[in-house]
Structure formats: structure tokens, C-alpha cells
């Protein structure tokens, strides 16, 4: 069973009835959107903010592992090269 609730904020006076929704009244609903509005983006800030980190991170993460593996593939090239020339100065 699903059950509907509908609240009016309405209060009585003698002089007639205040309605808190209503913008003639009062500015409950400017409020309301104003603080749901801050709410939301310091949501959307705080999830773009740790999204951002992270994707930075793992970027990071993979350009060091890049250059790590030119720095060992320059070394051994160099250690390749001075082997070979070792070589040829053996065979002259």
C-alpha cells in the first residue's frame, strides 16, 4: 500500500491565512532552492574533485612507469653499445 502524504504549511491568524509556500508570503521556497542549489554542487564538486585526483594520479602513475622504462631501455642500449664496442676493439 502506498500512502500520499501532502503537507500545507499553511498557519491561521485572525487577520487570515499565511502559507509558507507561497512567495507572496514568505521565502521559504527562495530559501529552500537556495540552500538545495549549494548543497548540490558542493556534491558534484566533492565527486569531480575525487574523480579528478584520482584519473590525475593514475596518469601520473603511468607516465612514471614510462619514463622508468626508457631510463632501463636507454641503459641498456648503452650497455649494449659499449659491449659491442668492446668487441670490435678486441677484433682490430
Known amino acids: 500500500m502506498i500512502r500520499e502524504y501532502s ?3 499553511n ?3 485572525s487577520w487570515g491565512i499565511c502559507n ?3 512567495p507572496n508570503h514568505s521565502d521559504l521556497s527562495l530559501l529552500q532552492g537556495l ?3 549549494y548543497v548540490c554542487y558542493e556534491a558534484v564538486s566533492q565527486v569531480h574533485n575525487c574523480f579528478y585526483k ?3 594520479n593514475k596518469r601520473k602513475q603511468e607516465k612514471n612507469q614510462v619514463e622508468e622504462e626508457k631510463k632501463k631501455n636507454v641503459g641498456m642500449c648503452a650497455l649494449l653499445a659499449l659491449s659491442l664496442l668492446g668487441v670490435f676493439a678486441i677484433k682490430q
Do not use: N, W
Request: glycine share 6%; proline share 0%.
Open 7 to 9: 503537507y500545507k504549511i
Open 11 to 13: 498557519r491561521e491568524y
Open 20 to 22: 509558507a509556500e507561497d
Open 35 to 37: 540552500l538545495s542549489g
Open 54 to 56: 584520482d584519473y590525475f
